[in-house]
């Protein structure tokens, strides 16, 4: 998921209270700072805090949810067709994704989320879905898979606050629902945090 300005402060104020502490030295912290304040999302954070007792990690996201954002509901619907979201999209606690004997490809890496939990429904019947989850992220499913249906998560089912869960419902009658995070095959194959 991507950092904010106020998680890379955050960050920066770890940091200076460990020098002050005599846990990090002054050219520990220069170099600390500069690769936190260059940071582009919460993976770049973590280790730079992660030897530190006040770190263990990054602080929680700076979620700032708009009104509602945990009743708003994003619809994705399609037929025999592709649905498709990547990047910096917008996400609210409710996410319905219908798009039977198609092909489904969800990247919340970058996504905002307005929400500590998303709730996603997702109907893949005899299609193919496949979710890449912020690194850390958790994600309990319990879809319908009867008709040969397939689910294969490699993602923590319990959650682990701050980080973000997924609950994950809905049918994949005959097709394959795929959740996972980014792999360094991936970058191996230039797909550029996609699927």
């Given amino acids: 998921m991507r ?3 106020l998680d890379r402060e955050q960050v920066a104020e770890i940091l200076r209270q460990a020098a002050t502490e005599g846990r990090i030295t002054l050219d520990e912290l220069d170099e600390r700072l500069d690769l936190a304040y260059r940071a582009r999302t919460y993976g770049d954070l973590r280790p730079l805090t992660a030897d530190l007792p006040a770190g263990r990690g990054v602080p929680a996201p700076a979620r700032q949810p708009g009104a509602g954002a945990v009743d708003r509901t994003l619809e994705l619907r399609a037929k025999a067709g592709s649905i498709a979201r990547r990047g910096n999209w917008e996400v609210p606690g409710r996410v319905v994704v219908s798009n039977p004997y198609g092909e489904t490809r969800l990247n919340f890496r970058e996504a905002t989320l307005l929400t500590e939990v998303v709730d996603l429904e997702i109907t893949a019947s005899w299609g193919d879905a496949k979710i890449v989850l912020p ?21 923590p089912e319990r959650p682990a606050p701050p980080a973000p869960h997924f609950r994950i419902t809905g049918a994949v009658k005959g097709g394959a629902l795929r959740v996972r995070y980014k792999t360094r095959f991936d970058d191996w194959m230039g797909w550029d945090n996609w699927d």
């Avoid at 690194?135 to 993602?155: E, P, Q």
């Fill in 135 to 155: 690194d850390g992220a958790t994600a309990a499913i319990n879809v319908d898979t009867s008709w040969f249906g397939d689910v294969d998560s490699r993602v």
């Fill in 3 to 5: 950092a904010s300005d």
